[in-house]
């Protein structure tokens, strides 16, 4: 039976700051929690203490700041909310880069995107299966800047957003891991992404992502008007995906042919290549017929339980680090909704929240 379990939803309005302020008071404890227990992880790896984390977290405050100073004043604003420092809070949206070289933290993540022909309305449709701790929660943030931009973020923990906007576009993203270059030179993918998303057009936001995406992600977005395109990224190297009949699908190895050499998701995620196999055969299952309801059975499947596109965590394994599947989404742009169900979509009904 599935459970219905609706998110925190936190309607921002304002400053920047003003709706870091906002987040920062509502969901207080999702990212101390978070964030502690982030910087505790990571701390064990370095077998080192949290505040060297956060001083090699604080290297990317610079690049960060000459890049996109609204969202240096949403962070500052959380951390007056939280009673933390602006660099302990920072260090937050560092936690994937800085997690690569730790290899305690993989985030495991199935994606898609599908518009035109092979949908039931011809709508584009996109979402992805979050994957990550067990013990991390999720909250949803209805965002309305000060531009005119209004969003809708699924935030897991506060270290990073998966969002869609009025503009009328949606972005999902997987977690990538490459044996090649150095992340020191880069922004975080947490701190690029959201100028990303504020941006007034799809054309716009993919130019900014192509510009910026580097080392750990593959991004891709679709709008309503059926553009749909998917990036791929190491740490000094990008390459644009288009999409193959009006299908985009994902998950954490590279599809790049000049990149693969270098993938380590054989060693690190080996049931990465089945879950993307897994997911291009029921997508073509269904090409013709696809509608949000048909991606809520997909994003549910159990094939190679429990490394399985609905994932859950492995009962023989004791590691800190298992894996499961903690939201499933579904965008539909051209609507201005998301469909998610807080936690497994196996068990938990999808509820529609609208920007």
Partial sequence: MEETKSLPVVECYGTPYEIGMQIGNACKGEILFSLEDSLSILARGYQTEIDHVIAEASKFIPATQAYDPELIQQLQGQADA???????????????????????????????????????????????NIDWYPRYSMYLLKIHHRSGIRQLALSLGGIVEYTLSSAGFGMCANSLFTETGTYRFNIPLAC???????????????????????????????????????????????????????????????????????????????????????????????????????????????????????????????????????????????????????????????????I
């Fill in 82 to 128: 939280l009673g933390i420092s602006f660099q302990r809070m920072f260090a937050l949206r560092t936690i994937l880069e800085l997690s690569f070289y730790y290899r305690n933290i993989l985030g495991l993540c199935t994606s898609f995107a599908a518009s035109g022909k092979v949908t039931a309305d011809g709508k584009t449709i996109l979402g992805q």
């Fill in 192 to 354: 690029y992404l959201p100028k990303v998303m504020r941006q007034f057009s799809f054309k716009d936001a993919v130019d900014l992502l192509q510009q910026m995406a580097r080392g750990v992600g593959y991004y891709h977005l679709a709008s309503a008007s059926g553009e749909m395109v998917g990036i791929e990224s190491v740490f000094d190297d990008v390459e644009m995906i288009e999409p193959h009949h009006d299908l985009l699908f994902h998950t954490n190895c590279y599809c790049t042919e000049r990149f693969q050499a270098h993938d380590m998701a054989a060693t690190i995620l080996p049931d990465s290549l089945k879950r993307r196999e897994r997911m291009q055969h029921l997508l073509g299952q269904h090409a013709g017929s696809i509608t949000p309801e048909t991606m809520m059975k997909i994003l549910s499947d159990h094939q190679d339980y429990p490394v399985s596109i609905c994932r859950h965590p492995d009962p023989h394994k004791t590691a800190i680090w298992e894996m499961q599947t903690l939201a499933s989404f579904i965008m539909v742009p051209e609507e201005g909704i998301m469909y998610i169900a807080n936690g497994n979509p196996c068990s938990n009904e999808f509820l529609i929240y609208s």
